[in-house]
């Protein structure tokens, strides 16, 4: 067992004056990250739109009228190029998102090709494909997949009034099938779904309980979605963001925090608060999954002017293909 804090030490951190949280965050930050680098994740959604579940924030939901239009699952070689170009950007590490419940064995089958082939590229690759079965997991291992990506999205008590077609449990028996399977674990939330003070602590204390904690964990700033349950939810507060992120940073000292999706929504000065208080890594390209995100230019200026700069990740050499003649 790793130490780690309960939901209420979490919430006696959003209950501290903003500087001390802040500086808190940081010292934590400084402990364990050089806290000028950044690590640059690009997004793609391989198969888009027509999902059976109701989640009440997503543009994907067969269940809502949003102006998604459905994909099948993309082609090896369309991913490939995509995954080509986020490498040449600087990216390193490639998310491919499913718009799936979970993914059935022939959809599986074709992934698990998509990551050899981008694991071939040289570069960290990251699956979101919703809940799996037993031996899934494994199957992606096998494949080269580095992390599973599935989001625990917010407090246990809160998620029974945004999704009603799986569960918490659920949720969690697919982070512990990826960690059985050796997968590095990449789960985070969404910040902003009406959720309370006391909720967002209770999250914070979920994923720290996670054991390990996951390696990654992507805050997400609500994109409202017309169409969606959520869209007409009012903002949350920036400052209660960063708050979120800080503790997120405090309670999960040694894990990449992400600044995620609603990056295209804050203003420069709002970033680089998060940053200061130990965000380490973003969604970089100018696409989430179907809403938009700052554009690669932009964010080279912006880590320009806060002097940051992007993680260099050695990952190991691609699989040698065999001597040509
Ligand atoms: N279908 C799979 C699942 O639900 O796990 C994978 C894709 S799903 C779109 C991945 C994550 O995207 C969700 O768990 C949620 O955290 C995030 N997301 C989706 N819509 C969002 C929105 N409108 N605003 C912020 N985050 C969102
Ligand atoms: C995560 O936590 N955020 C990403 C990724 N994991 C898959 C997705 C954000 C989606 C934002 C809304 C959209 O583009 O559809
Ligand atoms: Fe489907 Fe994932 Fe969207 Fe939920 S969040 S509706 S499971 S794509």
Redesign the pocket.
């Known amino acids: 067992m790793h130490l780690h804090p309960d939901a209420a030490e979490i919430a006696a951190l959003f209950e501290l004056p903003f500087s001390d949280l802040i500086y808190r965050a940081q010292t934590v930050h400084r402990r364990h990250f050089d806290p000028n680098a950044v690590q640059l994740s690009t ?1 793609l959604s391989i198969k888009t739109g027509g999902c059976s579940e109701d989640c009440g924030y ?3 939901s067969a269940r809502f009228h949003t102006d998604v239009e459905s994909q099948p699952l993309m082609s090896k070689e369309a991913v490939i190029a995509a995954a080509q170009a986020a490498k040449a950007r600087g990216a390193t590490r490639f ?1 491919m ?1 499913a718009a799936w419940r979970g993914p059935k064995e022939k959809d599986l089958i074709q992934v698990a090709e998509m990551v050899r082939a981008v694991k071939d590229l040289g570069m960290e690759t990251c699956a ?1 494909l919703g809940l799996l079965r037993d031996g899934q997991a494994e199957q992606l291992a096998q494949a080269g997949l580095d992390y599973y ?1 599935h ?1 625990l999205d917010t407090s246990r008590a809160h998620y029974d009034n945004i999704v009603h077609t799986h569960s918490y449990d659920n949720r969690l028996d697919t982070l512990t099938k990826a960690r059985a399977a050796g997968l590095k674990v ?1 789960c ?1 939330g969404i910040m902003g779904m009406g959720e309370s003070r006391a909720d967002r602590a209770q999250f914070l204390a979920e994923l720290a309980a996670l054991d390990p904690p996951p390696e990654s964990v ?1 805050i ?1 700033l609500l ?1 409202h ?1 017309p169409g969606t349950p959520l869209s007409e939810k009012p903002g949350l507060d920036p400052i209660e963001f960063v708050r979120t992120v800080a503790a997120a940073r405090i309670a999960m000292p040694a894990s990449f925090v ?1 600044l ?2 609603g990056r295209s929504q804050m203003p420069d000065h709002l970033q680089a608060l998060c940053f200061l208080a130990g965000a380490n890594s973003i ?1 970089y390209g100018e ?5 938009p995100n700052p554009e690669s230019d932009a964010d080279r200026k912006l880590f320009e002017k806060l002097g940051l700069r992007p993680l260099v990740v050695e990952t190991p050499a691609p699989a040698r293909k065999t001597a040509e003649a």
């Open positions: 997004l997503c543009s994907q998310c998102g979101t990506n989001n990449c985070g992507p997400n994109v979605i992400r995620s999706a969604f696409k989430l999954l179907t809403t």
